[in-house]
């Protein structure tokens, strides 16, 4: 049987216990987590009402020419909404004459067009017969909402 | 715009109405326009028993005639200018 050698035990020892020494590669550092980005699009301002003026007359800007809540019994009355916001854009005006607890509907009409920009849009009533004095109101909604963005009680007489 | 739809019938003859009674509103004219290009401007109307679109026609814009202005603004829900029926909300071009 062939003996081992006293340098050769030592080298081994050597090699195993440099092994036991070296420090283990460490695993490549996990990818950074996926980095998110805030849109810096911004979303077109949603349609809406921002006021509606009375009067009984309009200039070619559709704006009512002098602010009343008070009519006669032949004006025409006008509101005039102004709107803000883009998109398909669909405004309905219904007018009521309100008497204590009832209301009787005047007349309802509606409007749509395409908003990219403030806009100013009338309405307008007229009764050949004269209107009943009394309160009346209009109320202006948006789309197919039931309650309306915007309500103007006026008075005729 | 003549007024039309669901507005309240006509007081019979010319009677005043009395103080529970409202008046009437049925010869209401009415309107609208836009700043915005393009912008349409209609009335509904909802239609009742014995209705066509030529009666409707006549009642709004004054000729039976025109009843395809209204067929034109409604083809989203007529398929047949023969076929409404009561209950159904129309849209009623504006006077041009």
Same mark, same amino acid.
């Given at each position: 049987?062939?003996?081992?050698?006293?340098?050769?035990?030592?080298?081994?020892?050597?090699?195993?216990?440099?092994?036991?020494?070296?420090? =283990?590669?460490?695993?490549?550092?996990?990818?950074?987590?996926? &980095?998110?980005?805030?849109?810096? *699009? *911004?979303?077109?301002?949603? @349609?809406?009402?921002?006021?509606?003026?009375?009067?009984?007359?309009?200039?070619?800007?559709?704006?009512?020419?002098?602010?009343?809540?008070?009519?006669?019994?032949?004006?025409?009355?006008?509101?005039?909404?102004? &709107?803000?916001?883009?998109?398909?854009?669909?405004?309905?005006?219904?007018?009521? @004459?309100?008497?204590?607890?009832? &209301?009787?509907?005047?007349?309802?009409?509606?409007?749509?067009?395409?908003?990219?920009?403030? &806009?100013?849009?009338?309405?307008?009533?007229? =009764?050949?017969?004269?209107?009943?004095?009394?309160?009346? =109101?209009?109320?202006?909604?948006?789309?197919?909402?039931?309650?309306?963005?915007?309500?103007?009680?006026?008075?005729?007489? | 715009?003549?007024?039309?739809?669901?507005?309240?019938?006509?007081?019979?003859?010319?009677?005043?109405?009395?103080?529970?009674?409202? $008046?009437?509103?049925?010869?209401?004219?009415?309107?609208?326009?836009?700043?915005? $290009?393009?912008?349409?401007?209609?009335?509904? #109307?909802?239609?009742?028993?014995?209705?066509?679109?030529?009666? %409707?026609?006549?009642?709004? #814009?004054?000729?039976?005639?025109?009843?395809?202005? %209204?067929?034109?603004?409604?083809?989203?829900?007529?398929?047949?200018?023969?076929? %409404?029926?009561?209950?159904?909300?129309?849209? %009623?071009?504006?006077?041009?």
């Amino acid at each position: 049987m062939k003996r081992i050698g006293p340098s050769l035990i030592a080298a081994t020892l050597v090699v195993a216990l440099g092994g036991i020494g070296c420090k =283990k590669s460490e695993p490549p550092p996990p990818p950074p987590p996926p &980095t998110t980005t805030t849109p810096t *699009t *911004t979303l077109p301002a949603a @349609f809406g009402v921002s006021a509606v003026t009375l009067g009984n007359a309009i200039g070619a800007d559709k704006k009512v020419t002098a602010a009343s809540e008070t009519f006669g019994v032949n004006d025409t009355i006008y509101a005039s909404v102004d &709107t803000a916001g883009a998109g398909h854009a669909r405004l309905r005006a219904l007018w009521s @004459f309100v008497k204590g607890e009832k &209301t009787a509907k005047v007349d309802e009409t509606t409007i749509e067009f395409e908003s990219a920009a403030p &806009t100013v849009s009338e309405f307008h009533i007229s =009764k050949p017969g004269g209107w009943p004095k009394g309160d009346y =109101k209009v109320e202006i909604f948006v789309g197919d909402a039931t309650t309306p963005a915007m309500t103007k009680a006026f008075k005729v007489g | 715009m003549v007024a039309t739809g669901d507005k309240n019938p006509a007081a019979p003859g010319n009677k005043k109405p009395a103080d529970d009674e409202m $008046p009437d509103f049925s010869d209401v004219q009415s309107g609208a326009s836009s700043t915005a $290009p393009a912008a349409q401007a209609f009335e509904t #109307y909802v239609v009742v028993k014995g209705d066509t679109l030529s009666k %409707i026609a006549k009642r709004v #814009y004054g000729s039976a005639n025109s009843w395809q202005k %209204i067929f034109e603004a409604n083809t989203d829900v007529l398929k047949d200018p023969n076929k %409404i029926f009561p209950g159904q909300k129309l849209k %009623i071009p504006a006077k041009s």
